[in-house]
């Protein structure tokens, strides 16, 4: 099996294939790897409860009818439900050196019931631009890392994390796998992350994102990607926040998330 591993080149990445049953990071990258893994732990541990969407409402009351001042002299904020109800489309992200074509169309698992690490049970819908219209037998197209980091050629690994699931009549996905793990070498550490592409029933590419998790302390410009200019990990809508479930009869995460697309 080849492991993928991962060279910081002036703030993007290439990859890098070796031979490695236990898909080992290379030496330079031991530190920043030990440390995000200890972290990631003492993160996950921390444990959220509650869905990530892209589209927000505020229903909040005020005496300013429907505004409030920032206390600094400025012009009135207006935080009415009116301003407040936006239909904002989940925003890009890189797409990365790992994605590859031709991975299946899966029931459900990403993840083989063997893969090592945290199960990971990720649900929601795939919207119209208008934030409401379900949207029937579209796909997400699903890579990560596996916990320890590492990336798999698909080809060579019977595309080990990687799928592509299908909406219901509803608009509705579910898929599951396990929580990716940080990885780190010379430019720095990256957050756990899921690859998504969203696809119209056609095949046609309608939007590459990320999703984050909550609580991740290397989200933003803690972040070596999103600080080159390169990664979008600030974005609080696509930062997964994670609950305990029982994941294909065991204990692991859930998450909620729906993804709304600028086009169809």
């Not at 009415?80 to 299946?104: F, I, K």
């Not at 595309?159 to 940080?182: C, M, N, Q, S």
């Not at 029933?201 to 290397?218: C, K, R």
């Amino acid at each position: 099996m080849i492991a993928i591993h991962e060279v910081a080149w002036k703030g993007h990445k290439r990859p890098m294939t070796s031979p490695s049953s236990s898909s080992r990071r290379l030496p330079p990258s031991f530190a920043a790897r030990a440390k995000s893994r200890r972290d990631f732990l003492a993160w996950l541990g921390a444990g959220t409860a509650l869905a990530a969407v892209g589209c927000t409402a505020s229903t909040e009351s005020n005496p300013l009818d429907g505004k409030i001042y920032d206390g600094e002299g400025e012009e009135p904020i207006d935080v009415s439900e009116e301003a407040q109800t936006v239909c904002r489309p989940t925003t890009r992200d890189a797409r990365g050196p790992y994605w590859e074509p031709n991975a299946p169309l899966r029931a459900t698992k990403i993840a083989e019931s063997t893969e090592p690490g945290v199960r990971l049970a990720v649900e929601g819908r795939i919207l119209g631009p208008d934030c409401r219209t379900p949207l029937k037998d579209y796909v997400i197209d699903v890579w990560q890392a596996d916990a320890d980091g590492n990336y798999y050629v698909g080809s060579q690994s019977n595309y080990r994390l990687r799928g592509k699931i299908k909406t219901d009549a509803f608009g509705r996905y579910r898929f599951e796998t396990v929580l990716p793990g940080r990885y780190g070498d010379a430019a720095g550490i990256r957050p756990a992350h899921l690859h998504v592409t969203f696809l119209s029933p056609g095949g046609n590419a309608l939007l590459t994102s990320q999703l984050y998790f909550e609580g991740d302390p290397y989200l933003g410009q803690a972040d070596y990607c999103t600080r080159g200019g390169v990664c979008n990990s600030g974005d609080p809508n696509r930062a997964l926040k994670l609950q305990n479930a029982w994941v294909s009869n065991r204990v692991g995460k859930g998450a909620s998330f729906d993804a709304l697309l600028p086009r169809t």
